[in-house]
């Protein structure tokens, strides 16, 4: 009965690959969220979809795409990996958008690229 | 421009202390809204507290409680005898009315209690 979950949890590399990180809510939530984690504990948003619109794109490099085949789901593909791309990337998800709504988290993932 | 300072770092407590995390934010919104979250040494991010900018009582859920106070533009959350299991990082973040639904965190405060 997890509420937001991602796959993989853990995701080890190599520079230049393309990866995948899955999440999915089973909240009934219209609004998901990627936000990355660096080394130091920062937490930045990275992208905010509406059921299944992006509202959000906050500077990301274009190597990061968010993708949202419904609204219970929000995967994020990188392409071409780079070193310091490594962080914990964790979806999260709101029952509406607006600065008033709580945002719910998945587990994170970690992504380690060599 | 919106933000969110944990000028503490690192606190230590031993267990059954009481311990005070400070945040303070800068805001131009009149309607915003305050959060705590908590992360845990298994690292999941665990929702805490909500707070509108309209309201200022202060608010108590078991050992924790909230200082809301916008003279000082603070939201501290204090822990009262602390357990060995209230360690984690500790993170406040702040959303504007005129900025979607967009999260800003500070950058977390990590407590640690002892035995």
């Known amino acids: 009965d997890t509420a937001v979950s991602q796959t993989p949890k853990y995701l080890v590399t190599q520079m230049g690959n393309d990866k995948s990180i899955k999440c999915e809510q089973n909240?009934?939530?219209?609004?998901m969220y990627w936000y990355k984690q660096d080394s130091k504990k920062f937490l930045k948003i990275m992208f905010s979809?509406?059921?299944?619109?992006?509202?959000i794109n906050e500077t990301v490099p274009n190597r990061f795409s968010p993708k949202s085949p419904d609204k219970a789901h929000l995967n994020l593909h990188i392409n071409s990996l780079e070193l310091g791309d490594s962080a914990v990337y964790f979806c999260?998800?709101?029952?509406?958008?607006?600065?008033?709504?709580?945002?719910?988290f998945g587990p994170g993932t970690r992504l380690l690229v060599l | 421009a919106q933000k969110v300072t944990q000028a503490q770092t690192e606190i230590s407590v031993v267990e059954k202390e009481d311990v005070t995390l400070d945040c303070v934010y800068e805001?131009?919104?009149?309607?915003?809204?305050l959060f705590w979250y908590k992360q845990p040494p298994s690292g999941e991010l665990v929702f805490l507290i909500r707070?509108?900018?309209?309201?200022?009582q202060n608010e108590i859920s078991g050992r924790y409680s909230w200082n809301f106070q916008k003279s000082t533009s603070s939201f501290n959350f204090t822990i009262t005898a602390s357990q060995v299991v209230d360690s984690a990082v500790y993170f406040c973040?702040?959303?504007?009315?005129?900025?979607?639904?967009?999260?800003?965190f500070g950058t977390g405060t990590r407590l640690q209690v002892f035995p």
């Open positions: 999260a998800s709101s029952q509406f958008t607006g600065p008033q709504e709580t945002q719910y």
């Open positions: 909240l009934g939530h219209d609004t």
């Open positions: 979809y509406n059921n299944k619109e992006l509202i």
């Open positions: 805001t131009r919104d009149t309607t915003y809204y």
């Open positions: 707070r509108n900018s309209f309201d200022e």
């Open positions: 973040a702040l959303s504007e009315a005129g900025n979607t639904d967009k999260l800003i």
